[in-house]
Structure formats: C-alpha cells, structure tokens
C-alpha cells in the first residue's frame, strides 16, 4: 500500500510539473507567477516546508527574492540583496560552491554564523538549498527548502528537490527571454525597421487584424488604407500567390503547427517584394483558435543574396563569364547532342603565359583587370553558340559545338591575335600571349572529364614548344606521364645525393690574349698564365638511369612546382661548405657566384634566407657573389632591389646576369648596388662577324664603365671573340675557350695548380 501511495504521489507531482510546464510556454504568464506556482507545487507535496526561489543578480554576486508564498515578509526583506559566498547561509553558499547545501540545524551550523538570529527569531531552524541552473549549468538562483524544526532530507525531499530545482530553471531561463523582449519593447519598432520584419496579431473570433508599423511600410501601404481583416491581407498578396498562402495558413490553423511561408507582394508601382511570414495560433480550452501572431520579413535582398550565390555556382565573378560547373553541364549537354547528330565538337583549354609575373610584380589588382580584358576579347571573337568558361587563375576552357580541327585552329588564332592586342593600363602597355590545347570529341575522348584532361594536356605541350595551339595526341599522354615521373625524380634527387657542383673559371682579360697564345694548351700552360676573377658554381644531376639532365631542364621544373627553394638552399649551402674547404689549404677562388631564380625575387625574404645559410655553415657572405638575371630585376624591381641592397650591405657582390635581354633603365642600374655586369652570350655567339652584336657590346661596355661596374663576357669560344672583347675594354671573360664547368675534384686541382704558380 504504502508503493501505492508512493506511486500515487509522485504521479500527482509529475502532473502538477506538467501543468507549469504548460503555463511557462504561455507568454501571457509571467515570471513572478510561474516561479509562485512552482513554490506552491513543492510545499503541497512536501510535508511541513515552506519553499522560497531567490534569483542571482547579472553581477553574480547577490540574491534577491524571486517567489515564496510562506516565509515571513521581514526575513524575505532582510535576505533581499544577500551577497554570495563560501558561509553565507545555504542559499548564498550554495550559489558560491554550486552545490546541493544542506543545514540540518541552523542553531548550530557555522554556515549560518551572519544570519542565525535572523532565521531563529522567524521560526526557521532548517534550511536545505538546491542551486538552480540555466541551459549552460551556471548557476542562476537558488530553491530553499524551510523547516521550523531541525530536520535532515529524506528520499522524497531530495528527489523533489531537484525537479523543483530543474523546473525554476527551465521556469527562469524561459520567462526571462519574454521579460528582456518586454524591457525592449519600447525599442521594438526601430529594430523592426532596421531588420525589416514586422509583427501581427489575427484575432480570429472577431477576424480584426492587426500590424506593427514596419508591417505597413513593408507592404507600403498606410493603416488607414488597409482592411483590418485576413482579406484585406489577402489583398495585398501576389496574386499567383494568394492560394497557396492561404493554404499554408489554414493547415496551420487546423493541424497546430507552425505557420511559415514565403510568398510575394504585390506592390502599387507593380514591383514585387518578398517577405517570409511566421506565425503561431493560440487556442481556448476547446482547441477553438482564438488568435494567431506572426512576424513577416522583407527578405528581397536575402532573396538577391541567394540568388547572386545561385548565379556564382555557376557564374566566375570576376569575369562573368561561366565557370567550370556551368561549362561541365553544357560540355555534358553538347557531347550528348553530338552523340544523337554524329557532329563532331572541340574544347580549347588555355591560359596565359607569363601571368603569374603580372600578378606578382604588378599587383592582384591588375592582373583582375588583365583577366577581364582577356575574357571580353575572347568573349567577342566567339558565336552565339560557343562557350568560354573562366576555369581559376588565368586558365580558360572554350567549347565549340558542331566543330573540327580546322575550326578550332582558327578560333585560337582569333583569339591568340585579340590577346596579343596591348592591354593599356595606366599608362602601360602589357603585351600577352596564350598557350592553347584543343581536343575533338568523339576522337580524343568520349566523356567531359577525359576531353578536359587531354585539352590540358595538350595546352601543356603547345606551352612547352611556344606554339599558340597544339592538337591532342596519345602521344602527349605518354610525354605528360614521363614528365610527371621527371617531377618525382626531382624531389628525390637531393635526398638521393644526385645533385653535385661544377664550377667555372672566370678570368682578366688583361694581357689575357698574349698568354693564351704562347701557352702549351695540352699542357696546361695557359690556365697557369692567367689570372683568375673567381668562379660561378654550377648545380648538376645525374641521374642513375638517365644519365645527365640539363639544368635547362630541371631548373624550369624547379620552379614550376614548387622545388627552387629547397634547391637554391642546397647550392648555397653546398658552395659555403666548399669554400670553407677551399679556405683551409688557403686556395679559395676569389669570388663564388651563385645564381638566384626568378621565380625567387617575390619573396622579400631571400636575402636574409641565403645570407643563414652561408653563415649557418661556417663561411663569410663576403666570400660570394649572387647574379640574379636582368629580365627577373626588372619584373620585380622594387623587391630585387631590396634584397640586393639586404646582400651587398652584408658583403656580397651583386651581378646582374644576362644583361641585354630585360631592357633595364640607366636609372635603375644606377641606384641598385650591383658591381658586376654580365653579357648575355647571346650577344657574344656572333662576334665579330655581327655588326649589330658588335655595337651592343661595345655600348654595354662603354654604359657599364660609365656607372663604375665590371664588365663579364659570358660564353666566349672562340679567339677571334676573346680578341674583340679585349679590344673594346672588357673586364672578364668566361666561357668553353677558357675552361669548361668542372666538377669538386678537378676545379680543386686547378686551384692548387693556380696557387702552385702563383707561389
């Protein structure tokens, strides 16, 4: 019996929790009543206690009377506004520790020691307290449970105690919300109108309906215009519309959901709006609706929003033209099409030489303006029926349906010739050039996947051989995957110790022709005549298999995929530990050069790079000479300037190499710090046959001279140019008819050779 009187209690108690329940989702219930039925539902089933809610301040560090319907009025005065803490009581203890506190005997706890005579001289001699948390588990007040006589907690009273607990909680966490909507209910309206939602209520036992002011200027009307009725809204909706917002708020209605639709508006200029309305129906204790409330928000610019996100899916949003998804549908529509008609159809896949130059010696902002030009002119060169999709970076996709070989070789020269146009940009001309791959469906694939990748390919192989356009082959497949294996034998080279130094001489062409002539060549005599200007070390692979691999070709690889650096790191570091060898027998060169990438002169931190890892071997910086190439100075010129002068103010000679070939000003081999210039051989080879060659020279020599710089010929074979050369002033040469590159071993022995004759 007494299980049965057990069962039948803690069903009557669950059942009282439901009905605050219901109560706290009721918003014309308010907080102070909610938390003084819950106080009232714990003292009916708990035997001869009297229960008090006190809530935690936003400080969180006071409690202040939040309900108790027994508790005497001057003791609930008395506690109001009590501080927290680790012996304040059980309520102010138990909001400090965040922790059940239970007091058996108040008379004598020390927890009570600041509020004992208080609480004895009202009657109160127990008190347990539950703390009362929100969502997060932080403490947000606290439930006490009071008793005129000591008393310890028995299973029922701690069992309540919780749930109680848990229900303030829920009780609080809810009503606050409403209350803070309340409090800024005066602030309603001007937030409404800066979001652009407004509120109604549809009174539905009189059909009266009622809008905020934002409503109204969402719907551009005025509230003496408006019908105050669900028709008049109806009114006002679209009206392909209409029907379906009506359905959606009568299934609402009917079934005790959630009213929530988007629909159109209609407006007098005859422009359209879009608002999404929610709402909720409220109803009487016979399930009667009785009213509905809602909210409606001007989402017109949310619904451009979405629809600028739909136009981006498909759409490149720096040139407006389709981007791969977009040209993957129509490829797929029109390799179907061709399917069906037998037509033939290309894809020319391309992109621009040289771009990332642009990009990073000019600026982002220019190379978008370069893109746009470049998708404008194509844009124009092609049919209504043809498709130029923007891919990323400067790479383009273009699809020509019912087309050949033949119609594709034409289109990429149209549009190799519209490119090629100079792009003007703030007062400077940009003169571009594309690298084109063209494939035919159905002989070079017979899905869009394949195609693309073959057309990549083939863009690939015309960018290698400088062609504007190259047609696919299986032959390209074949080149593409050695070169991909090349990539990987490239990475591993280091680790597997394929790559050495050479080194080659550079020498004073002071009496160089008189001792050359009389010297035993097989012998040796002419290398111990001259008179060395150091040396330019040289990186070499072997590999295994392949034997020697040209830097021509390694180096471009390098660079490409993202391997310079390592590999540059690796010269240095190898050239230093060789000069420190050198160093010790005494019969280091005068000077090492190193050559710097391009590709390397975007990166501000080049200089501190090379200068750590020369010192971080050992050797002097002042040891060393880095050329960097004319053409890359001059694309980067402001960040090659800084490092040159971050090298050179550590001690290393600066030479600018391949000179000729970037068209750099006087004004700017002025103000870097170069001291060495070095003729491309390019302008050697034909000496002293070319005249034109001949003047060139004879001007760099002569410019050169002029700003104080050495003078280096590179290149030099033959006799006759090493005659003309000296002739005309120059300073060094270097080239096959002095010494070839050698490798660590023999260039020693020339040193100690050199030093030998020297001595």
Request: glycine letters at 6%; one cysteine or more; charged letters at 25%.
């Amino acid at each position: 019996m007494i299980d049965l009187v057990d069962h039948h209690r803690r069903e009557q108690f669950i059942e009282g929790q439901r009905e605050i329940l219901k109560r706290i989702v009721d918003p014309n219930v308010d907080r102070h009543t909610i938390l003084e039925s819950i106080v009232a539902l714990a003292e009916s089933h708990v035997e001869d206690m009297t229960a008090s809610i006190l809530l935690l301040d936003e400080s969180g560090t006071r409690l202040y009377h939040g309900a108790s319907s027994r508790l005497p009025q001057r003791y609930v005065t008395a506690i109001n506004g009590a501080r927290i803490g680790p012996k304040t009581g059980s309520c102010g203890t138990a909001a400090f520790l965040k922790r059940r506190v239970i007091v058996e005997d108040i008379a004598n706890d020390p927890l009570w020691a600041d509020y004992r005579d208080l609480a004895l001289s009202h009657g109160l001699k127990a008190c347990w307290s539950e703390p009362i948390l929100n969502a997060s588990k932080a403490v947000i007040g606290t439930l006490a449970y009071y008793y005129a006589t000591p008393k310890q907690p028995g299973k029922w009273e701690l069992m309540t105690i919780v749930d109680i607990a848990q229900l303030a909680g829920i009780a609080i966490a809810h009503k606050d919300s409403i209350d803070a909507m309340r409090r800024l209910q005066g602030r309603f309206e001007e937030s409404q109108e800066i979001a652009r939602i407004g509120s109604w209520e549809l009174d539905l036992t009189k059909n009266l309906l009622w809008w905020s002011k934002e409503v109204y200027r969402i719907f551009a009307v005025e509230s003496e215009d408006m019908k105050p009725t669900y028709e008049g809204f109806l009114e006002r909706v679209h009206p392909e519309d209409r029907e379906m917002v009506n359905e959606a708020y009568s299934r609402a209605v009917d079934e005790r959901s959630l009213y929530d639709v988007t629909h159109r508006l209609l407006m007098k200029d005859g422009t359209v709006c879009f608002v999404r309305e929610r709402g909720r129906t409220y109803y009487d204790d016979e399930d009667r609706p009785l009213r509905s409330i809602g909210t409606v928000q001007d989402i017109s610019e949310q619904r451009s929003a979405e629809e600028r996100l739909s136009w981006m899916s498909y759409y490149d949003d720096l040139t407006e033209l389709p981007n791969r998804r977009m040209f993957l549908d129509r490829l797929q529509m029109a390799i179907e099409l061709s399917r069906r008609t037998g037509h033939s159809l290309a894809v020319l896949y391309f992109d621009l030489n040289r771009f990332k130059i642009i990009n990073d010696s000019l600026g982002h902002g220019v190379g978008d303006l370069v893109l746009r030009a470049v998708a404008d002119r194509v844009d124009q060169v092609l049919r209504a029926a043809d498709t130029v999709a923007r891919f990323g970076g400067d790479e383009f996709a273009i699809l020509l349906p019912e087309s050949g070989a033949s119609n594709a070789l034409r289109v990429a020269e149209k549009i190799a010739r519209e490119v090629e146009r100079p792009v003007s940009l703030d007062e400077q001309d940009l003169v571009l050039s594309i690298s084109a791959g063209a494939v035919i469906f159905p002989d070079d694939g017979d899905d869009a996947q394949t195609l693309l990748k073959h057309a990549d390919i083939a863009m690939y192989r015309a960018k290698t051989s400088g062609q504007h356009l190259c047609l696919f082959s299986g032959e390209m497949s074949t080149r593409l995957k050695d070169r991909m294996l090349l990539e990987h034998e490239l990475s591993l080279a280091q680790d597997r110790a394929q790559f050495s130094l050479h080194f080659q001489c550079k020498y004073y062409l002071e009496d160089l022709i008189a001792a050359y002539e009389s010297a035993d060549h097989a012998s040796g005599g002419a290398v111990r005549a001259l008179h060395m200007d150091g040396c330019e070390a040289l990186i070499r692979w072997y590999h295994p298999d392949r034997g020697w691999i040209s830097p021509s070709i390694f180096i471009p690889l390098a660079e490409e995929i993202g391997l310079i650096q390592r590999i540059t790191q690796w010269v240095v570091e190898a050239a230093a530990r060789q000069a420190l060898k050198w160093e010790a027998e005494g019969i280091r060169p005068e000077r090492i050069s190193l050559n710097v990438s391009a590709i390397q002169l975007i990166h501000q931190g080049l200089a501190e790079d090379i200068l750590s890892w020369v010192r971080g071997v050992g050797a002097d910086p002042t040891w060393f000479e880095v050329e960097i190439t004319e053409t890359a100075a001059m694309h980067n010129s402001e960040t090659a300037t800084e490092i040159m002068n971050e090298l050179a103010a550590a001690g290393m000679s600066i030479a600018i190499d391949d000179f000729g070939t970037g068209y750099s000003s006087l004004a700017y081999l002025k103000r870097i710090p170069a001291t060495v210039i070095k003729i491309d051989q390019s302008f050697i080879r034909d000496l002293p046959e070319s005249a034109e060659d001949m003047a060139i020279v004879r001007s760099t020599i002569a410019m050169a001279h002029a700003l104080d710089k050495c003078v280096v010929a590179e290149g030099v074979e033959t006799l006759e140019q090493l005659r003309f050369l000296e002739k005309e002033g120059c300073d060094v040469a270097q080239g096959y008819l002095l010494n070839r590159p050698m490798d660590e071993a023999e260039f020693t022995g020339l040193l100690r050779l050199l030093h030998k004759t020297a001595d």
